[in-house]
């Protein structure tokens, strides 16, 4: 009998280190998908469940490990622990763990390797921390947040492998002009 066993999305193709950019899996738990119905309510639901505020439009907000994003118009994704109960008053919960593949880019040139994969200004100056956007990373669409010192890059789970291959590329021609 054949013996299956659970992958994670990206396998072996990550990490990955090219110059001083790095590109690694991460495991953000559970993903869920808050379809709102009830701004205010949801607002208040969230902060006393989970202590964090509901995000403004191409936004994020967190509070220690915890996170929220922006994810679309009256859309927020809640990543970590189950949603609370009492979110399910005011918007709907929709679990979407297992249909996205979460890397996370980071070091001099991340914003350079970007910029040739994405139509959309993503220089600190303009994407801040804290700023979300759902963007085309070449022929993929993906969700991209910026923390602190590195970017978030969210694709659909199929798409794991083609984020890699189109990152290495990307990677390599900054690091072959620094």
Not at 17 to 25: E, F, K, L
Not at 47 to 53: W, Y
Not at 148 to 165: E, I, K
């Given at each position: 009998m054949v013996e299956l066993k659970a992958q994670t999305p990206f396998g072996e193709l990550l990490p990955l280190?090219?110059?001083?950019?790095?590109?690694?899996?991460r495991d953000l738990g559970q993903l869920t998908v808050l379809g709102v119905f009830?701004?205010?309510g949801l607002s208040e639901a969230l902060?006393?469940?989970?202590?964090?505020?509901l995000p403004d439009p191409l936004r994020s907000t967190a509070k220690g490990d915890a996170r929220c994003l922006w994810f679309g118009r009256d859309e927020v994704l809640l990543p970590g622990a189950a949603p609370d109960e009492a979110l399910m008053?005011?918007?709907?919960?929709?679990?979407?763990?297992?249909?996205w593949a979460v890397?996370?880019?980071q070091g001099a040139?991340?914003?350079?390797?970007?910029?040739?994969?994405?139509?959309?200004?993503?220089?600190?100056?303009?994407?801040?921390?804290?700023?979300?956007?759902?963007?085309?990373?070449r022929d993929m669409p993906a969700v991209i947040t910026r923390t602190?010192?590195?970017?978030?890059?969210?694709?659909?789970?199929?798409?794991?492998?083609?984020?890699?291959?189109e990152l290495r590329r990307a990677m390599e021609a900054v690091a072959s002009r620094r």
């Open positions: 280190h090219i110059g001083d950019m790095t590109v690694a899996a009830d701004r205010a902060a006393a469940a989970h202590g964090l505020a008053e005011h918007a709907a919960l929709v679990d979407v763990s297992d249909g890397a996370e880019l040139g991340a914003e350079d390797v970007l910029a040739r994969l994405a139509p959309v200004d993503l220089r600190d100056a303009v994407f801040q921390p804290g700023d979300t956007l759902r963007s085309q990373l602190d010192n590195s970017f978030l890059l969210m694709v659909y789970r199929s798409m794991a492998a083609t984020l890699v291959q």
